[in-house]
């Protein structure tokens, strides 16, 4: 599903448009983002070092170069680096997660670099559940909740235990939603875990502290392990809105919380302004674990070897970007940290300028997940069909205005709702054209099974 396509035919019939657009992905470079030079430049000169030889790069990008190069066994890309991620990298990322939660310290030895940060949640799962036992092991899991993570967990042979948000309150987590769906998990299996989102995906919630403190009392208080997937951290634009990690607010609540309750907080390279999907790098840090759960845990990531080290080293990029006075920084700063909160203010806007939807406010992440009223008309046409109202409208939508979207169904969504969700890191450009297409779709699908 390439972001544009060119012009397609179905059964003969040549369609209105010229191109897919892709939205239902959260991908930047794949809906058209431009790669930051400064991260292409130092991996460029890493992997082919007479790069360095001339005036063409800057000198702090050869001086990065040189200092990862100087990190890897034989000097070399291409070299194995330690099972936790080259030692050099740990060090770096466990001083920007310090900078980043104020002072919070971290230590590098709680800190595992991995290819990607699903694969690292993965892992902590196999640590928790338990496929054997009986009652089967719960973890609590949003709703809506992005799939692989719900995959993931079926996988192993973990009951997924769904707690929802509250759309009309900007979708906020409800710790009174916490206690109903702990308390109608106890019947069924054994609830160990709680998973949360923040920033959300696919609904575009920031957790406030307050919110975030309520949950770590929960969390204490029915003795579960906290999974905090904080991947678009970097995308918190919502107006007197700020990303707190929960690293940071469980420190900042102190003792006992601060020394007991079990976390592990997942980032990646892949979201956010850097969006290198494709490099595979992550990171997990563990708090508060029992050293021979950590000894485990060691054992667990080292049977697949160390995470790809050119991603290991766009990590260590993305957790120390060039700084002012850097001949670089004029360059990466020119990045427009701003593209994203017009479009947030644009589409949401835009969306709920149209009859039948309504959006909440997108306060962080790339995704907006507007809730669409479909008529009665349309929900039984798409049920004689055999397909789910939202997925039969997201297909009418790709085949005759040519968006490529992902219905809320996917996701989780209240009974008797329906959800799209629409990716909004995209350049301006194909911002403008999907929302032209979207209003005349959606205006003649109305009008049809009004």
């Known amino acids: ?84 991620g080259v030692p050099e990298i740990v060090e770096r990322v466990s001083e920007y997660i310090t900078r980043r939660d104020g002072g919070v310290p971290s230590h590098p030895e709680n800190i595992y670099i991995s290819s990607g940060s699903q694969w690292a949640l993965t892992n902590i799962l196999k640590v928790l559940v338990n496929s054997e036992a009986s009652p089967r092991t719960g973890v609590l899991t949003p709703v809506p909740c992005h799939s692989t993570t719900i995959l993931s967990l079926m996988a192993l042979g973990a009951e997924v235990v769904p707690y929802y948000l509250r759309e009309e309150q900007g979708w906020a987590l409800d710790v009174e939603e916490l206690q109903r769906a702990w308390g109608s998990a ?26 975030m403190q309520e949950v770590i009392r929960f969390a204490a208080e029915k003795r579960l392990f906290l999974l905090a997937d904080e991947v678009y951290q970097d995308c918190v634009f919502g107006e007197e809105t700020e990303f707190v990690s929960y690293k940071r607010a469980l420190a900042e609540m102190g ?42 845990i060691y054992s667990l990531f080292s049977a697949d070897s160390c995470a790809p080290v050119l991603g290991q080293f766009a990590l260590d990029v993305m957790t120390n970007p060039p700084q002012p006075g850097d001949p670089s920084y004029p360059l990466y700063m020119k990045v427009d940290h701003f593209l994203f909160l017009i479009h947030r203010k644009a589409f949401t806007e835009f969306i709920n300028s149209l009859p039948g939807f309504s959006c909440q406010p997108v306060e962080g992440g790339a995704f907006a997940f507007p809730r669409v009223f479909l008529p009665p008309k349309a929900i039984e046409t798409a049920k004689e069909l055999g397909m789910k109202p939202d997925t039969f409208y997201c ?38 054209e999907i929302l032209r297409r979207l209003s005349t779709f959606h205006k003649r699908f109305m009008n049809e099974f009004s």
């Not at 930047?28 to 005036?55: E, N, T, W």
Request: hydrophobic residues 35%; proline residues 6%.
């Open 1 to 84: 599903r390439d972001c544009l396509r060119p012009s397609i035919k179905v059964a003969g019939v040549k369609k209105s448009y010229r191109e897919v657009i892709d939205v239902s992905w959260g991908d930047p470079h794949r809906a058209g983002v431009k790669p930051l030079s400064f991260v292409r430049q130092v991996l460029a000169a890493c992997i082919y070092p007479q790069l360095m030889d001339g005036d063409k790069l800057m000198v702090d990008v050869k001086q990065r170069a040189q200092m990862l190069l100087r990190a890897c066994p034989g000097g070399s890309v291409g070299s194995y680096c330690a099972t936790a």
């Open 186 to 211: 106890k019947e069924v299996c054994n609830p160990v875990g709680l998973y949360v989102i923040n920033p959300g995906n696919p609904a575009g919630y920031v957790q406030s502290r307050k919110s």
């Open 255 to 296: 003792s006992p919380l601060s020394d007991t309750v079990e976390l592990a907080s997942f980032h990646t390279t892949s979201k956010g302004l850097m969006g290198e999907c494709g490099l595979r790098a992550g990171y997990v840090e563990l708090v508060n674990l029992d050293p021979a759960v950590m000894k485990h």
């Open 395 to 432: 297909m009418r939508l790709l085949e005759e205005a040519g968006v490529l979207s992902s219905p809320g169904s996917e996701y989780g969504q209240q009974e008797g709702t329906y959800h799209i969700r629409f990716c909004i890191m995209t350049p301006s450009e194909i911002m403008e």
